[in-house]
Structures are given as C-alpha cells and as structure tokens.
C-alpha cells in the first residue's frame, strides 16, 4: 500500500499515472480530466464530501442530474468509463477498496441518424462553376467521395498508384488496414480526370498523394473539410456540407436503389452489418415521411 495523498490531489495522482505508465496522449489525458472534473462539480451539489465517500446511489443521482441536464448517453458513457478506471486505479494503489461506478449505466441516448442530401441538391452541388485548378480538384474529391463512398482519411491516403483510369476502379485502405477496390462512377471519373490533368502544376515535391494544396503539401480531413464546407455555402446547399455527409448520401441514395444491404456493407468498409443497417432505419423515416403525407388514413387530424 502506497503513502496515501490529500484526497484532493487523488485526480492528479490518477492523470499522472495515465500519462506516465499508460503513456496515454495529452489529449486522451484532457478528455479524463473534463470528465471527472464534470462529474466533481455535479456532486458538490449533491453535499459531496470526497472520492472516498462517493457510493452508487450518490453516483446515480448524479449521473440522471446531468442527464437531466443535456448530457448525453454517449458522453456519459465515457464519464462513467473514466469514473470506472478512476476508481480501479484508487483500489490497486490501496487508498480505497470499492468502485462505486461498476454497477451504473449510462441512461441510453437514440441513435442519430446521418444527414444525407437528396439526388437533387446532390446536382446541384456537383456543378463546378468555372475550371480553376482549385475547383476541378474539390470537385474531384467530393465526386469521388459521393461515387465511391469514401472516408475523408481515405481519400486525402488515396494514391496515384491505388487509382485505376483504364478499369475506372480505385483501392483503399481502410479502418484496420483492411484493403478494399472500389468502382468510381463515369461522373467521379471524369472530374478526376480533368484533375489529374492539371495535378502536376502544384505537385512541387513529386508526392504520390493523389490530392494536393496549392503548395504541393499533401492535404489534411482538416482542410477536405473546409473546402467541402466552403463549396456547401458557396452554391447554397441546405444545411452544412461535410465529407461525411456526402457518404451518407452514397450509402443512402445506393440503397433505396438496391436494396443490398450486404453489398452497401463492402463498399463502406463496414465490419459488422449492424452499422451499416441504419442506413434502412433512414431509408425506412423517408418512406414513413411520404406516407404520412400521401396516404388519406395516415394524415393526422388538427389539434382543437
């Protein structure tokens, strides 16, 4: 049993060693400490007298308080998990021997459907409006996300070499470093083309990177995102225009078409199905959506 230290430097005491024996990163560490620090101040409400004091029914209230508060069952879950590994290290340094948050669970939050865009604002986003470098490579990599339904670390990974013109078919690697070949649509092909053709003038440093900033860097998600943002407000797009937003587009509009659950799985790159079928929860809103409206059994009578 280690010398035990003020109970109010037990957090610091508990940081230090996530980053000393964890090697844990500074930001990983920052999200630990806003966690317990939330948790801390929600309890002073509740007469907290200490770490060491702390039990599951006082864990409970606090945690329906800040759900209560907006918090929700995704943030607390990560709270409880830090409350929990928190308390796992108090036990094996010896300074206390309970773990109040093992038993308590996060209040469930509803899943958050995808934003999508419709076929129509999905045109009306796909027109470049003059042929600038900067344009025929945005709207390259906002084709080639739509057509092929890529993520944005995929896309600013893609190299030339993963890029097939003559096959009009692109490999990617993915989440877990599993490796997938995907079709890239006439539309995409095209826009990549006209890109391609004009890559060269920024590519100063001869990277393999298949898209480039001015200064022949290879570009971030950071900057992707920007640009697409920047394309979204430019031509009016209704709501914000992301990357991700453009791949549940894909994913969206390629199965209300088909109806292939399996075949929209391998080409998101998804590794259980289970992530891919809220995708037919979307599909399945819009078609409540249309026969609320259009069916005459369906429409709801005006409140008196």
């Known amino acids: 049993m280690s010398d035990l230290p003020d109970e109010s430097l037990w957090v610091d005491e508990f940081l230090r060693h996530l980053h000393s024996e964890r090697q844990l990163s500074p930001h990983t560490l920052q999200h630990y400490r806003r966690d317990l620090q939330k948790l801390d101040e929600q309890l ?4 907290f007298a200490g770490w060491s004091s702390l039990n599951e029914k006082r864990l409970r209230q606090a945690i329906a308080m800040l ?10 879950h990560r709270l409880l998990s830090a409350t929990r590994t928190f308390y796992h290290y108090l036990n ?3 300074w206390i021997d309970k773990n109040p948050a093992l038993a308590v669970q996060a209040p469930k939050s509803g899943r958050r459907l995808p934003a999508t865009l419709d076929p129509d604002q999905v045109g009306q986003l796909l027109t470049p409006p003059n042929d600038e470098p900067i344009t025929l490579r945005d709207f390259a990599m906002m084709e080639l996300i739509y057509s092929s339904g890529l993520r944005v670390s995929e896309l600013v990974s893609l190299r030339i070499q993963m890029v097939d013109l003559g096959d009009a078919s692109l490999r990617v690697i993915g989440k877990g470093q599993k490796t997938r070949v995907l079709p890239i649509g006439k539309p995409a092909l095209n826009a990549l083309k006209k890109w391609l053709a004009v890559r060269e003038l920024w590519n100063k440093y001869h990277l393999p990177e298949v898209f480039l900033g001015q200064r022949g860097r290879a570009l971030t998600t950071r900057s992707v995102e920007q640009r697409l943002a920047h394309w979204g407000e430019y031509l009016g ?16 509009h390629l199965l209300e078409s088909s109806q292939d659950l399996r075949a929209v799985q391998e080409l998101l ?3 259980d199905i289970s992530t891919t079928q809220i995708y037919t929860h979307l599909d399945f809103q819009h078609l409540m959506q249309v026969y609320e409206q259009a069916h005459p059994r369906a429409r709801r009578k005006p409140r008196d």
């Open 269 to 271: 790159g998804h590794s």
């Open 237 to 252: 797009t209704q709501g914000r225009v992301y990357p991700h937003r453009l791949r549940h587009s894909f994913a969206s």
């Open 92 to 94: 094996r340094e010896g």
């Open 44 to 47: 002073q409400e509740l007469q």
């Open 67 to 76: 759900h209560g508060n907006g918090l929700s069952g995704r943030s607390l």
